[in-house]
Every structure is written in structure tokens, then in C-alpha cells.
């Protein structure tokens, strides 16, 4: 399933429902929820039902995007560093190799509190 940027719940539900090809009560089975559950949910009465981490396993997406259309990297994707991203990296690489291991070994101290 090609996952697109669709704001409101309620039409990412329809979206996954459409994709394949299920009604109402189908994708309520896989949700292991009721239909007027996902009736609710797909016209907006219900904003964050209990069953989205349930129904985004049973269809594979992630929950991240079903729950909060939050879209992550497809793998071997990239996404574009900011321009605070891309000025520490500049930083980072004009340093001595000496000083890049001890920042590296910094990061990897802070990384773990």
C-alpha cells in the first residue's frame, strides 16, 4: 500500500478501507473492533480510537502514519538534512580526525542518559 500525507483520520482510515478493498465491518474484523467503531472513526466522531495499533499490525502500516500521519523514510530513503543538520556535518567533517573520534565518542555517552 502506497502511504500518502492525508491529514484527517477519519481519510486515512477510508484510504487503507479503499486500498483494500474491505467494508466497514472487514476492516473492523482485522481491528478486532465492531463496524460502527470504524463508522465513527471514518466520519470523524472518534479521533484517536483504541484499536489503531491493532488495525495498523493487521494491515501492515505503520502506527506512527495510521495514528498521527506521520511519514518515515521509506528504507534506502533519505529525507533532506535542515540547514542546522547540514551546517554541524560541514563542522564535523572540517575537524582533525582526532577531534571527529572524540565527539563521536561524546555524542555516544550523551545518547545513552
Known amino acids: 500500500m502506497d502511504l500518502k500525507d492525508i491529514k484527517p483520520l477519519s481519510d486515512?482510515?477510508?484510504y487503507i478501507r479503499t486500498c483494500l478493498g474491505l467494508s466497514q465491518a472487514e476492516l473492523?474484523?482485522?481491528?478486532?473492533?465492531?463496524?460502527q467503531a470504524i463508522q465513527q472513526a471514518e466520519t470523524g466522531k472518534a479521533l484517536n480510537p483504541r484499536y489503531l495499533?491493532?488495525?495498523?499490525?493487521?494491515?501492515?502500516?505503520p502506527y506512527e502514519w495510521l495514528a498521527l500521519n506521520v511519514m518515515?523514510?521509506?528504507?534506502?530513503?533519505?529525507?533532506?538534512?535542515?540547514a542546522q543538520e547540514s551546517e554541524l556535518l560541514d563542522s564535523f567533517k572540517a575537524m582533525p580526525k582526532k577531534d571527529?573520534?572524540?565527539?563521536?565518542?561524546?555524542?555516544?555517552?550523551?545518547?545513552?542518559?
Do not use: N
Open 28 to 35: 473492523a474484523e482485522l481491528a478486532q473492533t465492531t463496524q
Open 53 to 61: 495499533p491493532v488495525l495498523a499490525r493487521a494491515v501492515g502500516v
Open 72 to 82: 518515515q523514510p521509506q528504507q534506502g530513503e533519505t529525507k533532506p538534512l535542515t
Open 12 to 14: 486515512r482510515l477510508k
Open 100 to 113: 571527529q573520534k572524540l565527539m563521536l565518542e561524546l555524542m555516544k555517552s550523551r545518547e545513552k542518559k
